[in-house]
């Protein structure tokens, strides 16, 4: 495994949401506007969270989507406008270590990425 620090640095952006088709849609529409490389959808996943002074309890799905660092701004700003929560989790997290064929894949798969935040015209 090659160390991702010698690399472009790539990352694992996670979003949670309803289990409904909406999610499933994100992730297609988020991997055919290249934004991403790779979206894993791990459903169903319960959540327990304070929300309006009171805590409470979902039953959601995560998604796991592979891309570049530096299109997380952008991937962020997509979500906020697909995601039917006010406040959408979406959280990035660095690649540690990773199999150099596959960072290259996860570049070359983002390398065309369409970067207007409102999506494809």
Known sequence: ?????????ICEVV???PRTSLMQQMAEDL???RLVACAQRVDPIRSTFRWNGGVDHQVEERVCFHTRAS???VIVLRVKALH???VPCVLAFPVMAVNPAYHAWVI????????????PA
């Open 1 to 9: 495994m090659a160390e991702a620090t010698a690399l472009e640095p």
């Open 108 to 119: 070359t798969e983002t390398a065309e990425a369409d970067t207007d935040p409102t999506g």
């Open 15 to 17: 979003v949670t949401g």
């Open 71 to 73: 299109l997380v701004p």
């Open 31 to 33: 991997v055919n506007e």
């Open 84 to 86: 039917p929560y006010d």
